[in-house]
């Protein structure tokens, strides 16, 4: 997991292969999905179920903690949204979809607030925010996350 870059480490949380974002259909068999740091693109989801894109990044702050700056707290403010395209002929409801992504998204987050990586001080999320398209078709729900850590300056 990458503490340089917050964006990298809430994608490799989310695709982590045993504690990733695995959601299923109704048989259930596993829906396949893409999480990526690019911002949805419709033409995926001929292959796929979902999205998740991490990003864009709303925000940075850093404060210095120590005379001589040796060491900084940083708060990253990322966007993470679900895209769920409604598809017809498949073993699921594109709303029954969502609402799995979004507690699948949770659960690997909610890990991280409960057990932190070595360097990551918090994870906060805010709550889910549905800004759905239906002229594209589109469930989309949008969750922010401040991710705060810590950076020493090397010796």
């Known amino acids: ?4 870059n917050p964006k990298k480490l809430i994608i490799d ?3 982590d292969a045993t504690n ?15 999480v990526s740091a690019a911002w949805y693109d419709k033409d995926i ?15 940075s702050s850093a404060r210095v903690m120590d005379l001589g700056a040796l060491h900084k707290d940083y708060d990253d403010v990322l966007s993470v949204s679900i ?11 594109p709303e029954r979809l969502r609402f799995d992504l979004i507690h699948e998204v949770d659960r690997a987050l909610y890990r991280v607030i409960n057990d932190p990586i070595s360097g990551i001080d918090h ?11 239906p ?17 020493s300056k090397p010796n």
């Open 123 to 133: 994870v906060n999320l805010s709550g889910w925010l549905d800004r759905d398209e």
């Open 1 to 4: 997991m990458s503490l340089t």
């Open 13 to 15: 949380l989310l695709k």
């Open 83 to 93: 895209w769920v395209l409604e598809k017809r002929g498949v073993n699921y409801t």
């Open 135 to 151: 002229e594209n078709e589109i469930l989309r729900s949008d969750l922010t996350v401040v991710v705060e850590y810590r950076k």
């Open 45 to 59: 989801f001929a292959t796929v179920g979902w999205q998740i894109t991490v990003g864009p990044s709303l925000g």
């Open 20 to 34: 990733g974002v695995k959601v299923y259909d109704d048989t259930p068999t596993l829906v396949p999905g893409v």
